[in-house]
């Protein structure tokens, strides 16, 4: 069981809109820590997609945006493509464990 | 560009050591966290431990009794020793840097190391 909880699935048809959510604690998300969001296609490494929250590194597209309030975060990805379809994570740092904590993972479908 | 390579058996037996090495290039290890992290196969992302480049280390309290990441400057390398394995220690291993805010902007490509006699 992660700290952190994220839905096991989502799913958009093309061009739509999804969100995914990262709900942890006050030990985690709510104590201040930031959360970061990494995409992993099948057979690959995860690829850092949204740091600090919400700031997207050089040449992620601007479709990728995250956002985080109190106890959770929350990526949004507008305009789906085909090639967005992966498995999405994030992740923080948990002051009870005294180290970084990761979602369950969530694998996003384009229909 | 930097990159990272982990190295390493790909099988090892119940109760032994598993043993991982990850090299890194393009760039030097000071100033930075660098990371293992694993995933068994069809589930998520499991943090192991970090040790930054002058060697003070954090553990993942589930397995700090049986881990220990080391750092060799002169050859860039970062080493992963995880003792008394079992088949739940089944997984792809990763090695990656942290940058400041903790996120985890460089991966290895990652190694299958499987436990089974």
């Known amino acids: 069981q992660s700290v952190l909880t994220q839905p096991p699935s989502v799913s958009g048809a093309p061009g739509q809109r999804v969100t995914i959510s990262c709900t942890g604690s006050s030990s985690n998300i709510g104590g201040g820590y930031d959360v970061h969001w990494y995409q992993q296609l099948p057979g690959t490494a995860p690829k850092l997609l949204i740091s600090g929250n919400s700031n997207r590194p050089s040449g992620v597209p601007d479709r990728f945006s995250g956002s985080k309030s109190g106890t959770s975060a929350s990526l949004a990805i507008t305009g789906l493509q085909a090639e967005d379809e992966a498995d999405y994570y994030c992740?923080?740092?948990?002051?009870?464990?005294?180290?970084?904590?990761f979602g369950g993972g969530t694998k996003l479908t384009v229909l | 560009q930097v990159q990272l390579q982990e190295s390493g058996p790909g099988l090892v037996k119940p109760s032994e050591t598993l043993s991982l090495t990850c090299t890194v290039s393009g760039g030097s290890i000071s100033s930075y966290y660098w990371n293992w992290i694993r995933q068994p196969p069809g589930k998520g992302l499991e943090w192991i431990g970090d040790?930054?480049?002058?060697?003070?280390?954090n553990y993942n309290p589930s397995l700090k009794s049986r881990v220990t990441i080391s750092v060799d400057t002169s050859k860039n390398q970062i080493s992963l020793k995880l003792t008394s394995v079992t088949a739940a220690d089944t997984a792809v291993y990763y090695c990656?840097?942290?940058?400041?805010?903790?996120?985890?902007?460089?991966w290895g490509q990652g190694t299958l190391v499987t436990v089974s006699s």
């Open positions: 990656a840097r942290s940058e400041v805010g903790g996120s985890y902007s460089y």
């Open positions: 992740q923080s740092y948990d002051s009870r464990l005294s180290g970084s904590v």
């Open positions: 040790i930054y480049y002058s060697g003070s280390t």
